[in-house]
């Protein structure tokens, strides 16, 4: 299969907020205005018809039409499977469940999309050295990534983040850096150590194209659904790069004429202990405050703040979703009860999106007859040594 440059229908980049746009083709960060950048496409069905995916191989690059013109740093990532949850659709009493189980990416988790694009386009562009502010998983990806390219790799970790994940990043041969606090904290200390080294910011929606390989789990979902989308989408959301992509993704498959205007409601899942988006969801905020003193053993969620959080609001609302905080306890019943019932060892961020869909269900919410996707990010075997002590709710 020819690789993404020689099919890439890349047109521009152009900010969130502004509306500015900027060449494709060379070293981006953010606007000029502090907003993220995203990649635009020439779209139109006789550019990329849908029947051109046949017979590529189920990775995250089969879709190079719609992604960054360069030649793949890749793992093998994407193509991950979409699992029917019949037992906990029969607990919840619903027709329709499904898990879309992203820990089997390399280095265990969904951040491997995100970074892959990310990665393969710093290596295209020249960048030398690579840094970022990690809670865990996205450091892994971007030692293994920046490995794969030969770039070197440094990566700023809260000192308290598990044990396995610095033995990760000092097996990939990155630069670990132990920052007391939070991972905003880490990307203060990030900046202030940067000066002068050259290491570019890979940090969450800081460069243009790690939000790429992270759409590609909503065409994903909406080729193993036969295009059909589903009702309700639950998602962790930290940074939400996934829930931004997503949305981005449909939007451009509709431009594609793949699917039509129906959307899947998003739901953002947070942990109560740390839920920015969820307070400025339900005070009707377009932008969310910082979450003062964040607690929860679920380090993908721990993010006080984001930069995308208006892009993650008008997501939600533009598609009739909503925010939900789960407690410490409900994240681990759940977890547990994807094990036990599905046999799926999720993270403590995927057993937050099913302690939410009950949630919802419960309330009424949702239709026990709707289709749902409940996300599990990662690995739960990354968080077996976890002791920290956080108290429930």
């Known amino acids: 299969m020819p690789h993404a440059a020689s099919r890439s229908l890349i047109s521009h ?84 469940v499904w898990i879309k189980e992203e820990s089997l990416n390399p280095t265990g988790s969904f951040k491997a999309r995100g970074l892959a694009a990310a990665v393969t386009m710093a290596r295209e562009l020249g960048v030398r050295a690579l840094a970022i502010p990690s809670a865990g998983n996205a450091g892994s990806a971007l030692a293994a990534y920046g490995a794969a390219a030969g ?114 409601r998003m739901v953002a899942v947070q942990a109560a202990g740390c839920a920015p988006i969820v307070r400025a969801f339900e005070k009707g905020e377009d932008k969310a405050e910082v979450w003062e003193n964040p607690r929860t053993s679920a380090w993908g969620l721990r993010v006080p703040s984001a930069l995308g959080d208006f892009l993650i609001l008008r997501g939600v609302r533009e598609t009739g979703g909503t925010a939900v905080a789960v407690s410490e306890e409900e994240m681990r019943d759940s977890a547990r009860n994807l094990a036990r019932l599905e046999g799926i060892h999720a993270c403590p961020e995927g057993g937050a999106t099913l302690a939410a869909l009950g949630r919802l269900v419960g309330s009424g919410t949702v239709r026990r007859d709707a289709r749902v996707v409940l996300f599990n990010t990662g690995t739960g075997l990354k968080y077996v040594d976890n002791t920290a002590a956080v108290p429930s709710g």
């Open 13 to 96: 980049l152009e900010c969130s907020r502004c509306g500015k746009r900027l060449p494709a083709g060379r070293l981006a960060t953010v606007c000029e205005c502090g907003a993220p950048l995203l990649a635009r496409y020439r779209l139109s069905p006789e550019a990329f018809p849908r029947e051109s995916l046949a017979d590529r191989p189920f990775t995250l690059w089969r879709y190079p039409e719609v992604l960054p013109a360069a030649r793949p740093v890749t793992l093998g990532e994407g193509g991950t499977p979409l699992l029917p949850a019949p037992r906990i659709a029969e607990e919840l009493r619903m027709e329709s």
């Open 151 to 264: 770039i070197p790799v440094h990566v700023f970790l809260p000192e308290d983040t598990p044990p396995l994940f610095f033995h990760e990043l000092e097996t990939y041969g990155a630069v670990a850096h132990r920052v007391a606090g939070t991972i905003r904290d880490c990307a203060r200390e990030m900046q202030a150590r940067s000066k002068g080294e050259g290491w570019f910011d890979m940090s969450t929606l800081k460069e243009p194209y790690r939000i790429e390989g992270k759409k590609t789990m909503g065409y994903e979902i909406a080729e193993q659904m036969r295009w059909e989308l589903p009702d309700w989408i639950f998602y962790p959301t930290g940074g939400g790069t996934g829930l931004i992509g997503m949305v981005k993704a449909f939007a451009e498959m509709e431009a594609l004429g793949w699917i039509g205007a129906k959307r899947p």
